[in-house]
């Protein structure tokens, strides 16, 4: 069985930072590329961050370009993925959402893949 869990979300100022984690079990992981969503009240789930299957090629949205960095860890039975938040904004304010084994071509911001995690809330005061 596949599960995706996400966690590392919380509250914190403006300007501060976060690490989100998202561990990736029950399937072949290490050989496809995950990515990070993220999902604001009243507002459509946008990408923010992918990374491919080795790491050695990812992706940014120019909202969080210079500040959020994505990384991975292809262990034998677990991938988790990692998604380091800094000078974090009001407007980062989201559940954010770890997804696996994209069905479109790199790097899948329309959201097509196969296996998503429960999501975390990651609240930015102002």
């Known amino acids: 069985q596949v599960h995706l869990v996400e966690s590392g979300g919380g509250l914190v100022e403006a300007g501060g930072s976060l690490r989100l984690s998202c561990a990736a079990s029950?399937?072949?992981?290490?050989?496809?590329?995950m990515g990070w969503f993220r999902q604001a009240p009243g507002k459509e789930r946008d990408a923010v961050a992918a990374?491919?299957?080795?790491?050695?090629?990812?992706?940014?949205d120019d909202s969080v370009k210079g500040r959020f960095t994505i990384s991975r860890d292809n262990a034998a039975n677990t991938v988790t993925v990692y998604l380091q938040m800094n000078k974090l904004k009001p407007e980062d304010t989201a559940v954010y959402y770890c997804?696996?084994?994209?069905?479109?071509?790199?790097?899948?911001?329309?959201?097509?893949?196969?296996?998503w995690g429960q999501g975390t809330q990651v609240t930015v005061s102002s």
């Open positions: 997804a696996a084994d994209p069905r479109s071509t790199w790097p899948a911001v329309d959201g097509r893949y196969n296996y």
């Open positions: 990374i491919n299957w080795s790491g050695s090629n990812t992706y940014y």
């Open positions: 029950g399937r072949t992981f290490s050989s496809k590329a």
